[in-house]
């Protein structure tokens, strides 16, 4: 209900008669990795759509951030809702939720798969691996720093933490460690990889992203009918599928 309404809001704010044309130039969005599985794909219809060709770049969340205070040009911003209030002077518009990416433990295909299914089952198994490697928070990695603070908590005493370079995915793949936490939606996109499920709720951690369109947009009605895009109804099932649950 909430993503419909918020599809109905924004297409109120598209100018009728303004849709893209094969000649209308590229949009640029800022997006980290961590919701680049399901947006690729998305794009990709969108393009297929309107013959306008979406450009994704940005890193990770760190870098995204340093874009936006230096008002690097782009049109469309993804990042966790909680940036959006230091964003504020930068946006061309109010964000709209884009749904929340839940927590992961992956392993390389064909590993094992514990059962983690409740916080003590969790907490067990990382206890008798002894090890948890995670995407390096020092180099702007947000889900790292997540899961990083997690192990933290008194009840993971005695787990090492491994933060690894690149995406946790493709470390877990080329042998960096057994097994591996993160957003759901990175861990997915690595090939070889598979996911033993998700992080108990109980633990709270996860990433709620929204998105907004930039001042530095050169075409903001096409930003601002990308986004309706992205938050349609329809779009729901592709950002589930890539691990963002609809807000």
Do not use: C
Not at 139 to 144: A, E, I, R, T
Request: net charge neutral.
């Amino acid at each position: 209900m909430r993503r419909t309404a918020l599809a109905l809001l924004l297409s109120s704010l598209v100018v009728p008669g303004l849709a893209a044309t094969p000649a209308a130039a590229d949009i640029t969005i800022f997006s980290p990795g961590i919701s680049n599985g399901p947006l690729r794909i998305l794009a990709a219809e969108w393009t297929q759509k309107t013959g306008q060709k979406v450009v994704i770049t940005g890193g990770n969340v760190g870098r995204i951030r340093t874009a936006v205070a230096k008002d690097t040009p782009a049109d469309i911003v993804l990042a966790p809702t909680s940036d959006f209030q230091d964003f504020a002077p930068k946006l061309a518009g109010a964000p709209v939720p884009l749904g929340r990416i839940q927590f992961g433990m992956v392993v390389k295909a064909g590993g094992r798969h514990p059962d983690i299914s409740t916080e003590q089952k969790f907490i067990a198994v990382t206890k008798e691996v002894g090890t948890l490697a995670y995407a390096n928070p020092a180099v702007g990695s947000l889900s790292g720093g997540l899961v990083e603070k997690m192990l933290q908590r008194p009840e993971f005493s005695g787990v090492k933490p491994l933060p690894i370079r690149g995406m946790i995915g493709d470390a877990i793949v080329r042998g960096d460690a057994e097994f591996g936490g993160g957003a759901i939606s990175e861990e997915l996109m690595a090939k070889d990889a598979e996911v033993v499920g998700p992080f108990p709720d109980s633990l709270g951690v996860f990433i709620d992203m929204s998105g907004a369109v930039l001042k530095t947009s050169a075409a903001p009605d096409d930003a601002r009918a990308f986004l309706v895009w992205l938050v349609r109804p329809d779009s729901g099932t592709v950002w589930q599928k890539g691990g963002i649950v609809s807000p």
